[in-house]
């Protein structure tokens, strides 16, 4: 019949071993599959794989697919499943592919953490995975019976959907017995269109068993790659393991391109093996993969495979190829100097940010997300502007990928829905007013403040601002409303970074000093239950935090005191935190700050900083950097200056995370004997 047919064609995952919850076993580099994959990923992937070859390296997944895509590669590994149910609460992540990484972490930290309690060696490395399929706003996970089988397919018959995977590399290191772990993640999304499925195919597909293992009930490299009528992406991300990713992950971590380099990194696959060419330990020790050596990387973010550095949220906004030179046709690079894209698309980087800036001030995207779809002259006319200029920017927002435009008129992306609507649980509307009506300004003074060393707040504004809220310009309940939206949209969008970074779940008073609305201290309290946090922050601030509360949420433990951290005494707390503060600040002013901290800090207790940690050479973030030309009195740093920081007002055991995303963090603990 046809169905066997196609099974035969290709099933990787048929033939290959089973896996019980206790097997854990070495396998070899020798698999069936690994000449044509371990060819291709092997030029670039070998360094790596050579530093892997002799780390412990684990794979906590039960499922066959995901053995044999990682073992194509050539990677060695024991195999470890999960015990982590996945049962975490679909609702209370702001997108599907949260969900998907989050499962994926918890999955690899549960077999981390047994293998250190119960095993005589610590893994160094272990991987885990989560695939989930998600359709008309519903995460689809794997059929628990026949009848969810049929639920799920009947669901995705003749429509396009989602498949995400969620992966976690979790770095591991035993201290005084004691694990420290350090997470990198990231997803892959992959749409798939199914075909309009009769009843009779959708129950002999059902009935031949295939669906039950896999999310959303089929097995697109076998019989289920029958219902399927295109794939758009990563093929093997839609099978359970987003493999090129995954690589291009691995390099990253291990071997960041130094600068003489940069031009041959093709940024949209496996990076080509010149890039290493001159790679040693030596030169660039990669042992550990917090510090970043190389002057740019390739993607720092843990947005979609496809999002680029410039793009401003969306994975489609603006390709990451766009600012590096491409492949020819007959795969050679072609030299940057006869085509300077980079230093065009940074040339055109102020249009594209002066229309983001305009769209979210006329609500555009709100307005598209209440109506779905509207015409350029409708549009104009709610928001009471010209048809002709509307238009254009309209066309303008399309093509940065922030809307989509069809026959039918203008609708939101999906990162526009989440991030750009005024209302949605995760804006950065917020921010985005702050940077239009601040920052703007103050950057067409850029020249000015490179001649002259100083803020422009007085070009710019008319103003001095040597402390924000006692300035007569901040005096203004717009400003500081405004000011406090911006803060609020960021502190929102990093709060789980930094409420997860390390486990707090010892402490059981934190005091967030500067921490504005209490985004931050929110997270903390939902994902510690027994913690309390006090947020400290100046009483015009306190003053306005009452509309950023949530209103679902079970926010007893977070309580609001006014003062100011440089003058007055703050709450006694096992936990301080200073999150987005440091970077602002005088050397002088962080040391009043600092050893403030450190008297009020018992010993065993704690100080968690939450800032851009820049690469060895303070060059990368590239957003951190360009934030320093605000000229603000104070400064960005590196992980060792951090590191030296805290342990000058006597933290010790300074760890530092990586979050991949917009803040890192820095955890210390304060030492028995005082400074
Ligand atoms: O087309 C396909 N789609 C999905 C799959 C397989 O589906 C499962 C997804 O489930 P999950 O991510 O929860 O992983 P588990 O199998 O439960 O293993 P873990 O131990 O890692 O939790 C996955 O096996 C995919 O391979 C498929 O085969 N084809």
């Not at 959708?202 to 999310?215: C, Q, R």
């Not at 696959?269 to 002057?295: C, M, R, W």
Request: aromatic share 8%; hydrophobic share 35%; proline share 4%.
């Amino acid at each position: 019949m046809r169905m066997r047919a196609v099974w035969r064609l290709w099933s990787p995952g048929r033939g290959s071993r089973s896996v019980g919850d206790s097997a854990r076993r070495r396998i070899n580099a020798s698999c069936p599959r690994a000449a044509y994959l371990g060819l291709l990923a092997g030029m670039a992937l070998k360094p790596v794989l050579g530093k892997l070859g002799s780390k412990r390296v684990v794979l906590a997944s039960a499922s066959p697919r995901r053995q044999e895509i990682l073992c194509s590669v050539g990677l060695r590994f024991e195999v470890v499943p999960s015990w982590f149910k996945e049962t975490l609460e679909k609702s209370s992540f702001a997108t599907p592919y949260k969900y998907a990484i989050e499962t994926a972490k918890q999955k690899a930290l549960e077999v981390a953490n047994r293998m250190h309690v119960k095993h005589l060696r610590t893994p160094d490395i272990v991987i885990g995975a989560d695939t989930i399929v998600t359709v008309d706003e519903h995460i689809l996970e794997k059929p628990i019976d026949k009848q969810d089988a049929y639920r799920m397919l009947s669901r995705l018959s003749g429509k396009e959907h989602s498949v995400f995977t969620g992966v976690a590399i979790v770095h591991c290191n035993s201290k005084d017995n004691r694990l420290e772990t350090e997470v990198t993640d990231f997803y892959e999304e992959t749409k798939v269109k199914f075909a309009d499925l009769s009843e009779e195919l959708l129950w002999e597909y059902i009935h031949s068993g295939e669906p039950m293992d896999k999310a959303g009930g089929y097995g697109i490299q076998a019989l289920g790659g029958m219902l399927v009528e295109y794939v758009h992406g990563d093929f093997l991300n839609v099978v359970g393991f987003p493999l090129n990713h995954f690589c291009k992950k691995l390099v990253e971590l291990y071997y960041p391109p130094p600068k003489h380099t940069i031009h041959h990194i093709k940024h949209d696959s496996i990076p080509s093996v010149e890039t290493f060419e001159n790679l040693s330990d030596e030169e660039n020790d990669s042992s550990s993969p917090l510090q970043y050596k190389g002057a740019i990387k390739l993607d720092r973010s843990k947005t979609h495979s496809s999002g680029g550095v410039c793009s401003p949220g969306s994975s489609n906004i603006i390709k990451p190829n766009c600012m590096m030179p491409v492949e020819n046709q007959n795969g050679v690079m072609e030299n940057p100097d006869k085509f300077p894209s980079k230093i065009l698309e940074l040339l055109d980087g102020f249009r594209a940010s002066k229309a983001l800036f305009v769209a979210s001030k006329l609500k555009v995207f709100d307005l598209l997300k209440n109506k779905g779809v509207l015409q350029a002259v409708d549009v104009a006319n709610t928001i009471n502007s010209s048809v002709c200029g509307t238009e254009r920017l309209l066309d303008a927002c399309a093509a940065l990928g922030l809307l989509e435009k069809t026959l039918q008129g203008y609708s939101n992306s999906d990162s526009a829905n989440i991030y750009l609507a005024s209302d949605s649980e995760d804006s950065l509307h917020g921010y985005i007013i702050h940077s239009d009506d601040h920052l703007w300004p103050l950057f067409t003074h850029l020249e000015s403040a490179v001649k002259e060393g100083t803020m422009q707040n007085y070009r710019a504004f008319g103003k001095k601002s040597e402390n924000l809220f006692q300035d007569s310009y901040y005096q203004s309940m717009e400003v500081k409303q405004r000011f406090m939206a911006a803060m609020h949209s960021i502190a929102k969008l990093t709060a789980k970074d930094v409420a997860t970074a390390f486990d707090l779940s010892q402490f059981r008073s934190a005091c967030d000093l500067g921490g504005c609305t209490g985004a931050l201290a929110n997270e903390l309290v939902q994902k510690y239950p027994n913690l309390k946090v006090t947020v400290f922050d100046l009483p015009e601030v306190i003053a306005n935090v009452s509309h950023f509360q949530p209103v679902r949420q079970h926010t007893a433990p977070v309580t609001f005191t006014s003062g100011d951290f440089f003058k007055d005494n703050f709450p006694e707390a096992d936990l301080y935190i200073l999150s987005r503060i440091l970077h602002d600040w005088t050397d002088e002013k962080i040391h009043m700050l600092l050893s403030k901290i450190s008297a009020a800090c018992k010993p065993g207790n704690a100080l968690l900083v939450a800032e851009i940690v820049l690469n060895k050479e303070k060059i990368y973030p590239p957003r951190a950097v360009l934030q320093s030309l605000s000229m603000t009195e104070g400064k960005q740093r590196s992980a060792s200056e951090y590191k030296q920081l805290l342990e000058k007002y006597g933290f010790t055991s300074v760890q530092i995370k990586i979050t991949g995303n917009f803040l890192d963090t820095i955890l210390g603990f304060r030492k028995l004997s005082s400074h």
